[in-house]
């Protein structure tokens, strides 16, 4: 008999074969693939270079634009950093937690179906765990394992600490340059956009914020009870009170333009998906982005 996270695996495994070949041209380069540090050659700059590779001795000597080319290191390392916090068993089905797990496996496959290594980062304020990076389906099949296990308890009346979640990252990541995915709905303590900043300095970072359909707008359905997961506090609210529906719509605006900002503030684009959404052409709209932005 299977195990739950063999199972899981394998639906997405084929919905990986049966969706996502042929819709995305070519096995590798045009997925995720390395960024080679062995210096080969110089040459002119051309207008879609990054300046990051311009050699401004050579340039300053020659008084023309030249960029380093280095040699593509065809092997990946992949990290999946992903929040497990309370926040994040909100929401419409198995939650916010189920969609990034289902996320977080198909790109876990995805990367290693060429060959690399990919490891993880499970984060609570109760307890991290770090899978450390390899290859192979057994590999994934460690992640989903570990994904689909409870996470630990945080205690009442604790918000998510991201800043530790992506410092940790950044500690854990450190040795070689890798591709490092951001799962998170980026719900708790203020000031992650600087330890976001310093994982994007050394790594190509790709942040997916989960997000809720009911967490943008609230649904018209009566009288209910809402408890905060994260802090454990409980209230009464009217969903049909207009005014409250209204203040409600102001706070999620306000919280929308200050993870705008903190996004822009770390040097990155934060790809938002929701709990209704179908995963894989979100991973198809991923690759393709990624890609764009390599090029």
Do not use: C
């Amino acid at each position: 008999m299977t195990s739950a996270p063999d199972r899981l695996l394998r639906r997405l495994e084929w919905k990986l074969g049966r969706r996502l070949d042929g819709r995305l041209q070519g096995s590798y380069r045009t997925v995720w693939h390395g960024a080679g540090l062995d210096f080969t050659d110089l040459r002119l700059y051309m207008l879609e270079d990054d300046v990051r590779h311009i050699d401004w001795n050579v340039t300053a000597r020659l008084d023309e634009p030249y960029v380093r080319q280095y040699t593509e290191d065809r092997e990946l390392t992949a990290w999946l950093v992903i929040d497990r916090s309370a926040s994040m068993r909100f929401g419409q089905g198995a939650g916010k937690e189920s969609t990034a797990t289902e996320l977080a496996v198909s790109i876990a496959r995805l990367v290693s179906r060429g060959g690399n290594r990919v490891g993880a980062i499970l984060y609570d304020n109760g307890g991290h765990q770090v899978i450390p990076p390899r290859g192979g389906r057994d590999q994934v099949l460690r992640i989903t394992r570990e994904l689909l296990r409870p996470a630990a308890a945080a205690g009442p009346g604790r918000t998510t600490d991201l800043s530790a979640m992506l410092r940790l990252a950044a500690t854990t990541t450190s040795r070689r340059r890798s591709l490092v995915f951001v799962m998170s709905d980026f719900i708790g303590d203020p000031g992650w956009d600087r330890p976001l900043a310093m994982l994007t300095h050394r790594h190509e970072v790709v942040v997916v914020r989960v997000v809720d359909p009911a967490e943008v707008e609230l649904p018209d359905i009566g009288v209910i009870l809402v408890e905060d997961a994260e802090t454990g506090e409980q209230l009464l609210v009217d969903t049909s009170d207009p005014l409250l529906r209204g203040r409600l719509a102001e706070q999620v605006d306000a919280r929308e333009a200050e993870l705008t900002a903190g996004m822009r503030r770390a040097g990155v684009s934060a790809q938002r998906i929701t709990t209704d959404q179908d995963l894989l052409s979100v991973l198809i709209d991923m690759v393709r982005r990624s890609g764009r932005e390599r090029r």
